[in-house]
């Protein structure tokens, strides 16, 4: 069973910067895609950011384009997601989630395409 933990975010004032992490438990194997997730208060779930496990191959909203990056430390299990130039509509609680043997060209931003997810941490901008 696939188990992931995001930590890092918070509270942070426009133009700010804050990078959220994912740790995979066990170890996700290659072919896989880790997405960033993000749900606003009354809005519907959005795709963010995702990478292959491989790391050779990452994706972009063209909300964050630019301003977020997703990057992979395998030998941490850990996806991160740096984000930068902040606005106040990137408040929201931002998810990771995984999609195990699915390449991210074929994943794209369709939600049940990611069968594990994670809890959730808080990210609001002011």
């Known amino acids: 069973h696939v188990q992931l933990v995001e930590s890092g975010g918070g509270s942070v004032q426009a133009g700010g910067s804050l990078r959220l992490s994912c740790t995979t438990s066990?170890?996700?194997?290659?072919?896989?895609?880790i997405g960033w997730f993000r749900q606003a208060p009354d809005k519907q779930r959005e795709g963010v950011a995702r990478?292959?496990?491989?790391?050779?191959?990452?994706y972009y909203s063209t909300s964050v384009k630019g301003r977020f990056t997703i990057s992979q430390d395998n030998a941490k299990n850990t996806v991160y997601l740096q984000m930068s130039s902040l606005k106040p509509e990137d408040t929201a609680t931002y998810y990771c989630?995984?999609?195990?043997?699915?390449?991210?060209?074929?994943?794209?931003?369709?939600?049940?395409?990611?069968?594990?997810w994670g809890q959730g941490t808080q990210v609001t901008v002011s």
């Open positions: 066990p170890r996700t194997y290659s072919n896989n895609c």
């Open positions: 989630a995984a999609a195990i043997g699915v390449h991210c060209i074929l994943t794209t931003w369709y939600i049940p395409s990611y069968k594990h």
């Open positions: 990478i292959t496990s491989a790391g050779d191959s990452s």
